[in-house]
């Protein structure tokens, strides 16, 4: 079985992508042929589509968080939430995903890039994210907030900035380990942080199959995080 090996003067950066919450039973787009309804993910997951048909956008998103409501964290979110508790604040995570598996497996510190499914925000007000689980499907009533702007998913879109790039890069700096999980490594920025601390930090990759940025990795596990996670570290 191979390990990584983790020192008490480690600090471990876990980038975790699509294919982690994959085997939770989150189908990804990449599997989908990038289409909802005959429609390409980015007509319905761009400020222009929100600006064009927001209803069309609630709706894809009320589907969204219908899948994710019925998956549960697998063995590799459990392992992760396990290694928060021996390393604490010396585990940075950072997950491409927009749902709740990592909380769900007890993750208490994980930074979402791209958002979370289950917060809402307002289009228009400063009125912080907030938590929301409701289902704004057609033919029901756009949700509003009390400023009149219309409440949207907060989740970060083609074309948007991702969340907290400057805590990320400053994790990156401190990291002497970087591990990535179930990502393509062709997706921007993610894709460049392997890059980023290449040469300095040791770097793994674990997923099915290796990531378009393996060159950039001193190993690659290739197999399904659930059944590599929890026995991967060692102390």
């Given at each position: 079985m191979p390990k990584v090996a983790i020192s008490t003067a480690d600090r471990v950066f876990v980038l975790t992508g699509a294919g982690i919450s994959a085997e939770s039973g989150i189908p990804t787009f990449r599997d989908a042929g990038g289409l909802w309804r005959n429609y390409r993910i980015e007509e319905v997951a761009s400020p222009q589509a929100w600006r064009r048909d927001p209803r069309l956008v609630w709706d894809f998103y009320s589907m969204r968080r219908k899948v994710a409501s019925a998956a549960k964290p697998n063995l590799g979110h459990i392992a992760l939430a396990s290694l928060e508790q021996a390393l604490h604040d010396r585990l940075f995570v950072c997950t491409q995903n927009v749902d709740n598996l990592h909380e769900q497996a007890?993750?208490?510190?994980?930074?979402?890039?791209h958002g979370e499914l289950f917060k809402s925000r307002c289009d228009s007000c400063s009125l912080p994210?907030?938590?929301?689980?409701?289902?704004?499907?057609?033919?029901?009533?756009?949700?509003?907030?009390?400023?009149?702007?219309?409440?949207?998913?907060?989740i970060c879109w083609f074309g948007e900035t991702p969340f907290e790039?400057?805590?990320?890069?400053?994790?990156?700096?401190?990291?002497?380990?970087?591990?990535?999980?179930?990502?393509?490594?062709?997706?921007?920025?993610?894709?460049?942080?392997?890059?980023?601390?290449?040469?300095?930090?040791?770097?793994?990759?674990?997923?099915?199959e290796a990531p378009a940025n393996r060159s950039l990795f001193d190993e690659c596990f290739l197999g399904k995080a659930g059944e590599l996670l929890p026995g991967l570290f060692s102390f």
């Open positions: 007890g993750a208490r510190r994980v930074l979402h890039m994210p907030f938590a929301d689980t409701s289902l704004h499907e057609s033919p029901g009533e756009l949700p509003r907030c009390s400023c009149g702007g219309k409440i949207r998913p907060h790039l400057e805590q990320i890069l400053q994790a990156l700096d401190d990291c002497s380990i970087f591990i990535a999980i179930g990502t393509s490594g062709s997706v921007e920025p993610a894709a460049s942080f392997a890059g980023h601390v290449a040469g300095r930090a040791r770097t793994f990759y674990v997923g099915p």
